[in-house]
């Protein structure tokens, strides 16, 4: 598969696997609603935010959605017909990297660009993701009227790239079926089945048994299908099907025979379509509204409706599926993913997220009304959380920072036993669970009781028979092993030392 060059690729390579682990500190004055809600707002730079997530939600989002800097000249300060593409990608690489490891196997990433970036952006897409799981670009026509003043041509449309983790296990949720479409059926002859629409019987496609005559109930001879196409069933299915009332002749009984559809045996749904039109999802004008209505000024380039996030997250979600935005913005993927009851994880840096995106989910779970709100029924509820990103893990030399607690590292050693994530809600034991028919265990922060040598960090003899019993190969972490080599193959325990055999660093 030919790769995308540019400066400094090789070091991007390998940017995602040298960040730093960092905790995620929950600040109480700036959450919301519900104690206990599962939805995250993260101020921070979002490479370290994913990286810090990942311990605990690798493999869990069912959809992601992300509006990165479209790199129109005002992204980065020095602006370079070169080098500005190169810090573009730069920025992208690592964090496409975090966000395909954070995706569910049956999840998908919807990402919005324009033509500055978007064939660039593919290139790399395929990379990371594997050019077998691209989906399709969906085009959203954003402007409602031509730019008047645009040098050449006015450009209405932004790209919407959407990737499977694995194409196999992904499909869409089909797009419900409107009045308009349900007007097409009809049921004149009063049929118990219920509106049905008539069916072309003849086709252009080759069928060896589709050339018979056909009698009307008038006694009209049909000598066959119009010239150049077949009947679609063979006489007998064509019989069966008219014993059966499925055939509408007409009122006379002498038209050409069409096989009825009924509307209660159609999909009851509609394949989605990759052109959204602005009637549809809304367009740029209808996000600026939204935005200056919530804050009063419009404050943001580029906002995006609430209705085209309520379609990605339609199409992509179901109801308590977890959502994630690495470039949150104005808040408007945790908005809409909060009003139509998914859980979601809303990451933003710098000042936005105090100042714009809190306050609007504040008014969210508040009862807010702008937006979707009235057509999804929102009144109100849930909560978030609110976190900051804290200190590394490890030190510089790679040693485990003093106010690491047990809960922390568990997360990561489980995650770098396992490549799973370690549920918040674990419980906190030296027994960190079973995967694959091995257990594993954490002797940290005296875990067992300060009155153990070292705090219960050493694995002893005494300490191993107090351990939580598990039948199988095990995996025990700790500071020390008074245990001679002999004994511990002879036990079935391989011994790890904290902090240097701890791979997720």
Known sequence: MPLLSWFNRDEDLTRAARVKYRLLEPVASLSHGEPDSPNMLIEGDNLDALKALLPYYA???KCIFIDPPYNTGSAFEHYDDNIEHSQWLSMMYPRLELLRELLSQDGSIWITLDDNEAHYFKVICDEVFGRKNFITTALWRKNYAPKSTAKHLSVDHDHIFIYAKDEAEWQPNLMPRTEKQNKAYKNVDNDPRGPWRPNNLAARNFYSKGT?????????????PPKGSYWRVSEEKFRALDADGRIWWGQNGNNVPAPKIFLTE?????TPQTWWSYEEVGHTQDAKKEIVTLFGDDVFGTPKPERLLERILHLATNSGDLVLDSFLGSGTTAAVAHK???????????DHARTHCQP?????????????SE??????????RFFKLGKPVFD????IDDSIRFEHLAAHVWFAETGTPRSTRAKKEPFLGDHGGVGYYLLFNGILGDERKSGGNVLTRRMLRSLPKFDGPKVIYGEACDLPAEQLCELGVTFRQTPYDIKAR
């Not at 510089?396 to 040693?399: A, F």
Request: hydrophobic share 35%; proline share 3%; charged share 15%.
């Open 396 to 399: 510089e030399d790679g040693h």
């Open 340 to 350: 139509m009851g998914r859980r979601w994880i809303g990451i933003e840096m710098g």
């Open 375 to 384: 057509a999804v029924g929102w009144a109100g509820g849930g909560g978030f």
């Open 360 to 372: 609007r989910l504040v008014k969210v779970v508040n009862g807010e009304q702008g937006g979707i």
């Open 59 to 61: 493999g869990q989002v």
């Open 266 to 270: 159609v999909k009851q749904g509609v």
């Open 212 to 224: 018979y005559p056909i009698t009307c109930p008038s006694g009209r001879v049909i000598t066959g």
